[in-house]
RNA sequence: GCGGAUGUGGCGUAAUUGGUAGCCGCACUAGACUUAGGAUCUAGCGCCUUCGGGCAUGGGGGUUCGAGUCCCUCCAUCCGCACCA
């Protein structure tokens, strides 16, 4: 009998099923693990090689955290709304309902097919009307709070209250002394005024306290995509999704009040197991910058410009102060003699893209207003500029320019001949001051003399008593917008009133996704949600037709698993103080800055409701590697219809490289008749080989199907089984790594597999399992393998765990190893990773039908104790000679033993020793 | 420009975290068993060598009895952010 992995794949993965070995129960005694993936966009490609790379690892984890006895939270799902889906819909008119439901058919059979130990009871949709009724209530918690700045709610960090308390403040003192993150436009007004305000007046200005809340802002609008996007799913100017190019422009907004936790976002990393550098991607995403505002007194007017500054040490040297062309003041700033040069220019900076402008960014643009302003420490007079370097949505949208110690400040000065004054020392006569940033104060007035910290400290308290400035911390993150006008989302369970947006009751919920006859925007332009018919909340008032945004959905699901079934609640509490953390996280790195922080966004909010019990979701994020595609090149030459061999190009003459598909290519050899069939038009093409074969070159390219090297992991499986590609992946190298899938050495892990066969079977096909006490040797070579198997898991490396298991294995067949007290525990060793062929043999040995039920709560291996080890003995530091000794030898004695050696005198050549470092279990130096 | 990471045989990688560098696998070489092998088994496989040994972890320097590992410096590659004041 050989190994078969199609025929026990098949048989073990039915029984799987039929006896729900992997359902997980919430009420057991056991403690909890919880680990989970990124759960896929279900596109219609279906998976490939680079998918289930995470979810081996996972899986992997999973299954050995079940049997070292923890009830292990382990599901799986789909984030299924989404563009492509809808896109296909715009183009074919099959409603993204139904392709969305085949596309995720296709994953569930491929990701079963691999063997992966999900609890599919516990299966999320996120366009599910059961659970995005769940997100469309969280909306709703969200649009009914406030976030308290307070000075003492949590810490100083504030949180989010019930907008209801926000109106009994308001009922009671006004709004003078709540610190809430809201618009910076709020008038202030007392307990009187605010009753005396109009209903819809009250309306409006709790608009601007709630967590979510309409806006008019300057958003990312796609017209190629007809919606907008968040700036996280811009890049380069231009949509993540599709490529097309991205306008920046003014419209009203569902919008997510992110800011408001920017500050607990920054500080809770600490407490998270993120890498380093995704980490720091969130951190540079939040950007905090701490500094100082600066008013600059506008001269002729009663107007101040207040600056934002990091560096307001350097304010002596702010020669002029540069403005947002899209700064709402600067009509009123720019004296009547400038007033058409200014005009053109803010025109041609508000037409030229976003794209435009991030292309060159070297190229310096301006113009004078005409109008001065004071520097509030110096007293000088100095000029007002419009500049597009100065960015709207940051700071103030004013800027101090120091064209001494900032960069872009020089440029500009160097480029219109402004004023220059150095005000650190040692810059005076260098040709680009910017390049020393630090140092003595110069020039600087009551600042001369200083280091630049204390320059900053001094400063600000000088701008402080002048009450012309004060300390400020700013975040570069913004605030998310929420709508995207896409038929193929959530529906915001919002209704206007005269214009005023009012939220659905909760029972409600969920508020579905009406049909519509096309999925584009309508003749109007409204949203396809426009094309409803009938969609009217109480028969007459208007619903929001914009939908939420891809992230909503996965902002919250890792909750869902824990009570997936709920329909009284998005989670049962108990559940969810059962569950906690994710303990494990894999997913990729590409939502470093979207998933992962809206969710953390998210799970801050519900904390601050008490909703949940802990304030941050995920305990440890696993970030896998990309696997890339490695493509084949085939060379023609480009004047005949010839095709030449990888290794006899150059002897021929121009060739051009196309490329050839993986399939029809074995170890860098093409099969030139199937290529033939592929690429009919070379039916008559001469193949000049090399050594008798045609040797294709290779590259790595990202995985698609233009390029014809797209594996399926359905392949792998048809050639060799679920279990090697398992190991397999995991065998490539360390699981963070990106690296190129090749098919060069699924041989060796497939080899692997089958002499583990061999060890219960022999090469006729008997079992030949002995009952036979293992001896000393087998024991150690099996406990070796356990023990590291085991450390490795714990620190997640994948590679090196398999390693440990061909070892074990290959030291096994040797040894003619066939005991079975040995092989029950490899077996079990090996179940992680290739649970198929260990459940099979399992099975033969008769232990137990699964080793699942069966045998985890026991796996505890003794490791094997050594008895005596081998030290290499060096002299000097260079290993001269290698002794034996007992492990329970003091050092004393161990010492004695080695400078007695007759080996070890005769280096030592007669001369004392100076010292002798024994390592513990490791080597001896003697030093003379 | 700023930030993060990485650099080891022909290739993918490993090294008990400062202790004999190259585990495991691929590829390759030789042999065995075979009608046959893209099956299996055995042995070899960093470089040089006068067979004593010598040299090797991107380059150079340092700390140490001892450095792939720690420090300094230069070089190269990958990733992220980028007119953020």
New binding site residues.
């Given amino acids: 009998m050989e190994y078969n992995p199609a025929e026990i794949e098949r048989k073990w993965q039915g029984r799987w099923a039929d006896r729900q070995v992997y359902k997980t129960y919430n009420n057991t005694t056991k403690p909890k693990y919880y680990v989970l993936d990124m759960f896929p966009y279900p596109s219609g490609a279906g998976l490939h090689v680079g998918h289930p790379l995470g979810y081996i690892a996972s899986d992997i984890v999973a299954r050995f955290k079940r049997l070292k006895g923890f009830n292990v939270l382990h599901p799986m799902g789909f984030d299924s709304f989404g563009l492509p889906a809808e896109q296909y819909a715009i183009e074919t008119g099959q409603h993204p309902a139904l392709t969305t439901a085949k596309n995720i058919a296709t994953f569930k059979r491929q990701l079963n097919r691999i063997g992966f130990s999900y609890d599919w009871d516990r299966e999320v949709q996120t366009s599910a009307p059961d659970y995005y009724k769940w997100t469309q209530w969280i909306f709703m918690q969200l649009f009914n709070a406030w976030y308290d700045l307070g000075h003492s709610a949590n810490n100083g960090l504030g949180k989010a209250r019930d907008i209801v308390e926000l109106v009994e403040l308001f009922e009671q003192s006004g709004n003078v002394n709540v610190r809430a993150a809201c618009h910076e436009d709020v008038p202030h007004f007392d307990a009187a005024r605010w009753l005396a305000f109009s209903e819809r007046t009250k309306a409006e200005i709790l608009l601007k306290y709630r967590l979510t809340f309409l806006s008019e802002e300057v958003v990312n609008w796609c017209p190629a995509l007809g919606t907008v996007l968040a700036n996280d799913e811009v ?1 380069d100017g231009r949509s993540e999704r599709g490529g097309y190019p991205v306008e920046r422009k003014l419209m009203q907004q569902w919008m997510m009040r992110i800011t408001a936790y920017s500050e607990r976002l920054l500080q809770d990393l600490e407490t998270v197991g993120f890498t ?2 995704l980490k ?2 969130q951190r ?2 939040i ?1 905090k ?1 701490m ?1 100082a505002e600066l008013d600059f007194k506008v001269v002729g007017q009663d107007l101040s410009l207040t600056v ?4 307001i040490d350097t304010t002596f040297g702010a020669t002029f102060v540069s403005i ?1 062309p899209e700064h709402e003041w600067i009509p009123r700033l720019t004296s009547p003699d400038q007033q058409a040069a200014v005009a053109e220019y803010v025109l041609k900076a508000k037409n030229r893209s976003e794209r435009d ?2 292309a ?2 070297k ?1 310096v643009s301006g113009v004078f207003t005409g109008t001065y302003v004071i520097n509030p420490l110096s007293g000088e007079k100095i000029q007002l500029w419009a500049a ?4 709207a949505g ?2 103030t ?1 004013v ?2 320019a ?1 064209p001494s110690s ?1 960069d ?1 400040d020089f440029r500009f000065a160097k480029h219109y001949q402004l004023p220059i004054v150095c005000v650190i020392e040692g810059t005076e006569n260098m040709a680009d001051p910017t390049e020393k940033k630090k140092g003595k104060m110069i020039n600087s007035g009551f600042l001369n003399g200083l280091e630049t910290a204390d320059a900053i400290q001094l400063a600000t308290q000088k701008a402080v008593a002048l009450g012309v400035g004060k300390a400020r911390i ?1 975040y ?1 993150m913004r605030d998310a917008v929420f709508s995207r006008q896409r038929y193929w989302g959530e529906p915001v369970p919002v209704y206007f009133k005269e214009g005023i947006p009012h939220l659905i009751q909760v029972d409600e919920l969920p508020l579905i996704l009406p049909e519509i006859d096309e999925f584009k925007p309508t003749p109007t332009g409204e949203p396809p949600l426009g094309r409803a018919v009938n969609w009217k909340y109480q028969g007459q008032y208007e619903y929001e037709l914009s939908t939420m945004p891809g992230w909503a959905g996965s902002s919250w699901y890792f909750l869902r698993y824990m009570d997936a079934r709920n329909d009284q609640v998005f989670a049962d509490r108990a559940a969810m103080d059962y569950w906690r953390e994710v303990d494990l996280y894999v997913g990729g ?1 590409e939502h ?2 979207g998933h992962l922080m809206y969710s953390r966004f998210w799970h801050k909010f519900l904390y601050d409701k008490g909703l949940v019990g802990f304030p941050e979701p995920y305990k440890k994020l696993l970030n896998q590697g990309k696997i890339q595609g490695r493509s084949s090149f085939v060379y023609k030459l480009k004047t005949e219809n010839k095709f030449i061999s990888k290794g006899l190009r150059g002897q021929f003459g121009e060739v051009a490289e196309l490329s050839a598909p993986i399939s029809l290519v ?2 860098d050899v093409l099969d030139i008749e199937e290529y033939k069939k592929f690429r009919p038009e070379f039916i008559d093409a001469e193949f000049v080989l090399e050594n008798g074969q045609y040797i294709c070159g290779d590259g790595v390219e990202k995985m698609s199907k233009s390029k014809h090297n797209v594996v399926n992991p359905d392949e792998v499986c048809d050639e060799y089984g679920a279990d090697t590609l398992r190991l397999y992946e995991m ?4 699981i963070e ?3 190129p899938w090749s098919t ?2 699924i ?3 497939y ?2 597999l ?2 583990m066969w061999r060890l219960f079977y022999d090469e006729k096909g008997n079992w030949q399992v002995k009952e036979a006490d293992p001896n000393k040797e087998e024991w150690k070579a099996l406990h070796k393998a356990l023990k590291k198997a085991e450390e490795d898991v714990e620190h997640l ?1 994948f ?2 765990s ?2 440990a298991f ?2 074990c294995v ?1 030291e096994l ?2 040894l003619k190893c066939n005991k079975r007290a040995i092989l029950a525990d490899l077996l079990v060793m090996v179940s992680p990773y290739a649970p198929h062929i260990t459940e099979e043999l399992w099975e033969q040995l008769g232990h137990a039908t699964s080793i699942t039920q069966a045998i985890f709560p026991q796996w505890n291996p003794v490791h094997l104790v050594e008895d005596s080890f ?1 030290y ?1 003995i ?1 002299i ?4 001269r000679t ?1 002794m034996d000794f007992a492990a329970d030898l003091p050092v004393q004695e161990i010492e004695k033993q080695v400078l007695t050696s007759p080996a070890v005198q005769k280096y030592m050549e007669g001369k004392p020793a100076k010292k002798v ?1 024994i ?1 513990p ?3 001896v ?1 003697v ?1 003379i």
């Fill in positions: 890049k380093e550098s720091e991607m540079n995403w950007g910058s500094g934002f500054t990091t560096r947002a402008r991030m060159d960014v190229t597009d370097y100065v960015l940051y700071g949208g800027v101090m120091v900032d872009r700013n570069r790195t470093a800055v074995q170890l065998f490539l190298g360390p790594a990106d690296k060069h050495g041989e060796g892990v080899r692997f089958k002499k490396s590679n090196t398999v390693s061909m070892v290959n067949s040797s081998e290499p060096s000097n530091g260079k290993v290698k470092i390592v279990k490791r080597m130096n030093v």
